[in-house]
C-alpha cells in the first residue's frame, strides 16, 4: 500500500511512539520503602525524627504539604549484569534525591502532577545507578519528599507510584527523541511538501522494523531516520536562541518553606542535566532564591557558583526577586535593583544588565528610568502575551518610559517560559515572531518550572536534533546576555513603545488581599521614615544608623512584593505567615523610628517652652497642620524635612464656623451634605462657589457587587450585576477642636462597617476614616464619586510621577483598562477645577466619564477561600481643588494623608540645635525628596529626588549642615560626577520631567 492511501498514518505513527516510550525502561525488581513522615520539613542530620512507617507500591503516606524522608533499598539482580540500571520513582509528590551527606543529588516530580502537557510532561522519575552495572549492588537511596505536585495539590490519593529497579534500552532512548523530533517536525509542515512525505515514509519503515523492541531494532530503525535527521538548511533568516530555564514562583500554591525545597530540587537537577549535555545553558533569576540555596544548601550552592564561573550557568534578572511593579512603591524598586544586583556582583561577579520579569502582571511606565539608572538596558518578559484585550504590536521593540528614557525589550515570541522546544516549538515562534521583517533573532525559553526541575532530559535531546534541521529555523543554546547583544546592533531598526505596559488581565490584583497591600504601604514609610530619621541622628547624635537591621527588613518587604504574594494570588497560609512578619517588621521598624526621633529631639533647645513638645515633618515642603496631643489641639507650621518645638500649654480649645449634624458637615471651605441613606448628596464649595456633585447623583455609595472571579480577575461588567449596599444604621456628629465629624455605622447581611467621615478647618479634604469586618464570599465592596467635572483624560500616581489615561472607551485598547492601578490618589481636572481621590492602602479605580471610583475589598474563593474575610482599616479621602491637580496640591496632599507628621513629648532642656530647624531645603515645589540614607559603602548620605510635575527647571537644594562634597551618583551609588557646592551648604541641580536624581553627600565633621 503507497503511504499516502493511509489515512490514518498520524494515528498509526502516534501510537508507534507511545510503544516506543514505553519499551524504553524494564522494571526488573521493587525496591523496599521506609519513610519518616513530618508536617514541616526536617534536616537530614533529623530524619528518621518523624513517624515511621513501612510502605509499599500503591500506599497511601500523608496529607498534601506533608514531609517525609524516604530510604528506598534494593539490590541489582544479577541479570543486570553490563546494563544500564536506573531507579524509576514515583512518591506521589516532589522528591529530592540526596548523597550520602544529605546534599542535592536530582529532582523528581510525579506523573500524575498537573501541568499543561502541549508545553511537555513534568514527569521526572529517572535516577541513574550503574552504567554498566555489574550486577549484585546494594541500593540505599535516601530521598526529601513533599506530599504536592508542582501547583499545590494532592494528586493521585497521595499514593505511592513505582519504587523500581530498571534496565534502560539505551538504544531505544535515542531512537524515541529520534522519532519524535521528526514526527512533531512533520505534523507543522505542508502535507504537500517533499520534506513531509520524505520524514513520513521514514517514520513508517522505521516502525515496521520493530517487532521485540531490542536494542538491535532500534539500531537498525535509527539509520533509517537518520538521514532525514541530517538534513540542514542553507542560510538561515530567523536564529532561535535557546535558553533553559525554571520559572519558580516564590511563593503561590505553596508556601515559602517549599520554594526553598522546589529550589534544591530544581538546581539539583540542572545540575545533573549539565554533567549530561556538555552544549545545555541554564539561566535563572532572584537572589533570593540564590540566597536561601546559599544558607539551606551550601554545597549545592557551591556547584551553582562553579558552573556559573564555567559559563554554563546564567544569572538572570537584576532584581532581588520578580517583583510585582504596578503596587510597590518607587523607592522599593530602586531596592530591588540595588540589592538584586549588589548580590549577583559581590557572589558571582556579574552585573546583571537584563530585567527578567516573565510573569508581571504588567509593567509601571517608570520602570525604564529606574532600569537605566541602576545600569540595567535590557527587559524580557512573557506576560503581555495574556492580554485578553489586545496583542501588543511588536515583539522586541523600544520602551520609553514616563521621563523618555528607553530601554530595549524582548518578549519570546512563543508566549511562554515553559517551551517544550519540540519543533512544533521553534516553528510556533518563527511564525508568531512579529518582527522578523527587521530582526534575524529571538528567543525561545524552554524548561518546566513551579518545581518541575527545568529542562529535562527530553528538552536537551530534541535540542541536539534540532541545531540546523532542514523545515525548521535553526537553534542556538546560548545565554540570554548574548542573545541581548545580537539584537542590540539593530536597536535602530525597532519601533517603539511609550508609557505603561498595561496588561489587560489580572486587574483583581489591585485589590485582593487587602491587608497585604495595607502592609506593603505602610512598611515602605516607616522604612523611608526610619532611614532618614537615622541619617539625622547618626549626623547629630552619633546614633548607630542600624544599617544591617534595616537592610534585613528591606529585604523581606521586598521578598513579600513578589508578583504572586502582593498582587494577593496565593494561598491561604502564604499570608497566615507574611501578614504576622509584617506586624513584627513594622514595630521594628517604629522601634527603632522612636529612637532617632527622640535621639535628635534630646539635643535640640526647648528651654524656652514651658511644656515643649517636639514635632517633626518628614516632606520636603513646609505644612501647616493641626495636632492632637492627649486630648489637646495645637495649630503649627513645619519646615521641609524637619521639625519644631512647640509650647504644650497653650492647645486651641475650640475653632469657629465649624458645624457637625448626620445631615450636614461645614467648616470654612466646604458644605457637605448627606441623604437620610447616609449617602453624599451634595459637597459645596464655598470658596469657588461651586457644587461638585451632580444634580440628583449621590456620592460615597458603599455599593456591593457579585463577584465570582479568582483573586486575578473579575468580570468587566460587574456593575451590571449589583447586589446591595451598606445600609446606615446609625449616625453621630460632634465637633472635635478643628474638626466637624459624622460616626456612621452600617451593616451589610454578615459584614459591619463604621466610617468616620471628618472635615476639618482650613481644609477641603473630606476624610473617610473607615473599619469594616468583611464576611462576605465571592463579592466586592467599591465606592465612588459622580463629580462636576467634564475631561476626556484621567490622572493617576505612579512610582516618581503620574500618568494619564482615557476617561471614555472608544478602543479595545482604552476598554481593556475597566480597572487601573494607581498609587495615593487618582485625579480628574479641568483646567480652572477638579477633584482628586486619596487613599492610604489602596491601588484599583475604575475612572470612567466623570466618576471617581475606589476598588475597597475583594473576597474570591481561590486560591484562598479565606481571602480578605476580616477587619479592615483603611482611608480615604475626596479633594475637591481649583485649577488642576497640580495647581490643586494633590501630589502634596497625597503625601500628606500617608505621612502625619510625628511628635514627641519631651523634658525643657538646652541644645546645640535650634528649636526650629530644616534639614533639607528646596526652593521650588515640583521636586520632592523621596529618600534620604546612609550610603550603602560608607558613611555618605544619599538623598533621591525626583520632579513631580512633568516641568524642566533648576531647584536649588540647601541642606541643614555643613557638607564637604556632593556628588550626583545613579542608583546603584556609582558616583557620575561631581557637583559645585556653594556657602557649604547649597547646590543648584537640573531636572527633566519626571528625572530622577541620586546624590551622594560627604557631611564636614
Not at 493511509?6 to 519513610?35: F, H, M, P, V, W
Not at 472607551?809 to 476598554?815: G, K, L, M
Not at 481643588?881 to 538646652?910: C, R, T
Request: hydrophobic share 35%; with cysteine.
Amino acid at each position: 500500500m503507497a503511504l499516502y492511501d493511509l489515512k490514518d498514518l498520524n494515528a498509526i505513527l502516534a501510537r508507534g511512539l507511545k510503544q516506543i516510550e514505553k519499551n524504553i525502561y524494564t522494571s526488573i525488581a521493587d525496591l523496599t520503602i521506609k519513610a519518616w513522615i513530618t508536617r514541616e520539613p526536617v534536616s537530614f542530620e533529623n530524619r528518621k525524627s518523624g513517624e515511621e512507617r513501612t510502605l509499599k507500591i500503591g500506599d497511601k503516606w500523608g496529607s498534601l504539604f506533608d514531609c517525609a524522608w524516604f530510604l528506598l533499598e534494593g539490590k541489582v539482580p544479577e541479570s543486570a549484569k553490563g546494563k544500564n540500571v536506573v531507579l524509576l520513582i514515583d512518591l506521589n509528590g516532589e522528591a529530592m534525591v540526596v548523597d550520602s551527606d544529605g546534599n542535592p543529588v536530582l529532582g523528581l516530580t510525579s506523573g500524575s502532577s498537573v501541568f499543561d502537557t502541549t508545553l511537555g510532561k513534568p514527569v521526572k522519575q529517572v535516577v541513574p545507578f550503574k552504567n554498566p552495572a555489574r550486577g549484585g549492588e546494594t541500593i540505599a537511596l535516601w530521598l526529601d519528599v513533599g506530599n504536592n505536585d508542582l501547583f499545590g495539590n494532592l494528586q493521585n490519593g497521595g499514593k505511592i507510584s513505582r519504587a523500581n529497579i530498571a534496565i534502560c534500552n539505551d538504544e531505544m532512548r535515542s531512537f524515541y527523541y529520534d522519532f519524535h523530533v521528526l514526527f512533531d517536525l512533520m505534523s507543522q509542515l505542508p502535507k504537500d511538501s517533499a520534506r513531509y512525505h520524505r520524514i513520513a515514509n521514514s517514520l513508517y519503515n522505521a516502525l515496521l522494523i520493530l517487532k521485540e523492541y531490542t536494542e538491535e531494532e532500534a539500531a537498525e530503525a535509527r539509520r533509517i531516520l537518520a538521514p532525514e535527521l541530517a538534513k540542514k538548511n542553507g542560510d538561515y533568516s530567523l536564529l532561535v536562541s535557546a535558553i533553559g530555564h525554571a520559572h519558580l514562583d516564590l511563593a503561590w500554591l505553596w508556601p515559602i518553606r517549599e520554594t526553598i525545597r522546589k529550589g534544591a530540587r530544581t538546581f539539583s537537577t540542572v545540575l545533573k542535566m549539565m554533567d549530561m549535555y556538555p552544549e545545555f545553558i541554564f539561566g535563572a533569576s532572584q537572589p533570593q532564591l540564590y540566597e536561601w540555596m546559599k544558607e539551606y544548601y551550601p554545597s549545592l550552592y557551591a556547584r551553582i557558583k562553579e558552573k556559573i564561573k564555567q559559563g554554563r550557568w546564567e544569572p538572570l534578572g537584576a532584581m532581588w526577586v520578580e517583583s510585582d511593579t504596578n503596587l510597590v512603591g518607587g523607592e522599593s524598586l530602586v531596592r530591588q535593583f540595588l540589592y538584586g544586583k549588589r548580590f549577583f556582583q559581590k557572589e558571582f561577579g556579574k552585573d546583571i544588565k537584563n530585567l527578567f520579569l516573565p510573569d508581571t502582571f504588567g509593567y509601571t511606565a517608570a520602570l525604564p528610568q529606574i532600569m537605566k539608572k541602576c545600569g540595567v538596558e535590557y527587559f524580557l518578559t512573557i506576560k503581555l502575551s495574556w492580554d485578553r484585550f489586545n496583542t501588543y504590536p511588536h515583539h522586541t521593540f523600544k520602551w520609553k518610559g514616563l521621563d523618555g528614557s528607553e530601554v530595549l525589550v524582548h518578549m519570546p515570541p512563543e508566549g511562554t517560559y515553559n517551551s517544550s522546544a519540540a519543533p512544533h516549538a521553534v516553528l510556533k515562534t518563527e511564525r508568531q515572531f512579529l518582527d522578523k521583517g527587521v530582526s534575524e533573532n529571538c528567543l525561545l525559553v524552554y524548561g518546566i518550572g513551579d518545581g518541575g526541575g527545568g529542562p529535562g532530559m527530553e528538552h536537551l535531546e530534541r535540542l541536539a536534533r534540532e541545531k540546523n534541521l532542514e523545515g525548521m529555523a535553526p537553534v542556538v543554546q546560548e545565554p540570554v546576555s548574548r542573545f541581548l547583544e545580537r539584537i542590540e546592533e539593530n536597536r535602530n531598526d525597532y519601533a517603539s513603545w511609550s508609557g505603561e505596559l498595561y496588561l489587560g488581565v489580572h486587574q483583581g490584583t489591585y485589590t485582593t488581599q487587602g491587608s497585604s497591600k495595607r502592609f506593603n504601604r505602610v512598611m515602605e514609610i516607616a522604612l523611608r521614615e526610619l532611614e532618614m530619621g537615622a541619617v539625622f541622628a547618626k549626623n547629630f547624635t552619633g546614633l548607630t544608623y542600624p544599617q544591617e537591621k534595616i537592610e534585613k527588613i528591606w529585604k523581606e518587604v521586598l521578598l513579600y512584593q513578589f508578583h504572586d504574594i502582593l498582587p494577593g494570588s496565593s494561598i491561604t497560609r502564604v499570608y497566615s505567615e507574611s501578614l504576622p512578619r509584617y506586624e513584627k517588621m513594622l514595630s521594628q521598624a517604629q522601634e527603632m523610628t522612636d529612637d532617632v526621633i527622640k535621639s535628635v529631639a534630646s539635643v535640640c533647645d526647648s528651654s524656652n517652652f514651658e511644656q515643649p513638645i517636639y514635632v517633626y515633618n518628614s516632606l520636603s515642603w513646609e505644612r501647616k497642620v493641626w495636632l492632637k496631643v492627649q486630648d489637646k489641639w495645637y495649630r503649627t507650621q513645619l519646615p521641609s524635612i524637619g521639625y519644631t518645638v512647640i509650647e504644650g500649654k497653650d492647645d486651641i480649645p475650640e475653632v469657629p464656623g465649624l458645624t457637625a449634624r448626620k445631615e450636614l458637615l461645614e467648616n470654612d471651605c466646604l458644605r457637605v451634605r448627606f441623604a437620610d441613606d447616609g449617602s453624599i448628596i451634595s459637597i459645596f464649595d464655598k470658596d469657588e462657589n461651586r457644587e461638585i456633585i451632580p444634580g440628583g447623583e449621590k456620592g460615597n455609595v458603599l455599593k456591593i457587587y457579585y463577584d465570582d472571579g479568582d483573586a486575578w480577575d473579575f468580570f468587566k461588567d460587574y456593575h451590571k450585576r449589583e447586589m446591595g449596599q451598606f445600609i446606615l444604621e446609625d449616625a453621630q456628629a460632634y465637633v472635635d477642636g478643628p474638626r466637624a465629624v459624622l460616626v456612621q455605622r452600617r451593616k451589610y447581611k454578615n459584614s459591619s462597617m463604621t466610617q468616620t467621615i471628618v472635615l476639618t478647618a482650613g481644609s477641603n479634604r473630606i476624610d473617610f476614616i473607615t473599619e469594616v469586618d468583611w464576611q462576605e464570599s465571592n463579592k466586592m465592596l467599591r465606592t465612588s464619586f459622580p463629580v462636576t467635572i467634564h475631561t476626556q483624560e484621567s490622572t493617576s500616581e505612579i512610582q516618581f510621577g503620574y500618568i494619564k489615561r482615557p476617561t471614555h472607551q472608544n478602543t479595545s485598547w482604552e476598554v481593556a483598562k475597566f480597572e487601573i492601578s494607581a498609587h495615593k490618589w487618582v485625579d480628574l481636572s479641568q483646567k480652572d477645577y477638579g477633584v482628586a481621590l486619596l487613599n492610604n492602602s489602596k491601588y484599583g479605580h475604575k475612572v470612567f466619564d466623570n466618576i471617581l471610583d475606589l476598588n475597597l475589598i475583594r473576597s474570591p474563593q481561590y486560591p484562598d477561600p479565606e481571602a480578605d474575610r476580616t477587619r479592615h482599616e483603611f482611608t480615604y479621602s475626596l479633594l475637591p481643588h481649583p485649577g488642576d491637580f497640580i495647581a490643586g496640591g494633590v501630589i502634596q496632599a497625597g503625601y500628606e494623608l500617608n505621612m502625619p507628621v510625628k511628635f514627641l513629648k519631651i523634658e525643657k532642656h538646652s541644645g546645640v540645635l535650634p528649636p526650629s530647624m530644616s534639614f533639607v531645603q528646596l526652593n521650588v515645589e515640583n521636586v520632592i525628596v523621596e529618600t534620604i540614607k546612609k550610603a550603602e559603602d560608607n558613611n555618605a548620605i544619599i538623598v533621591r529626588l525626583y520632579e513631580a510635575y512633568g516641568m524642566q527647571n533648576t531647584a536649588t537644594i540647601s541642606f541643614g549642615f555643613k557638607i564637604k562634597e556632593v556628588y550626583l551618583t545613579n542608583m546603584l551609588e556609582e558616583v557620575q560626577k561631581k557637583l559645585e557646592l556653594k556657602n557649604n551648604n547649597e547646590i543648584n541641580l537640573n531636572f527633566k520631567p519626571f528625572e530622577i536624581h541620586t546624590l551622594q553627600i560627604y557631611v564636614e565633621k
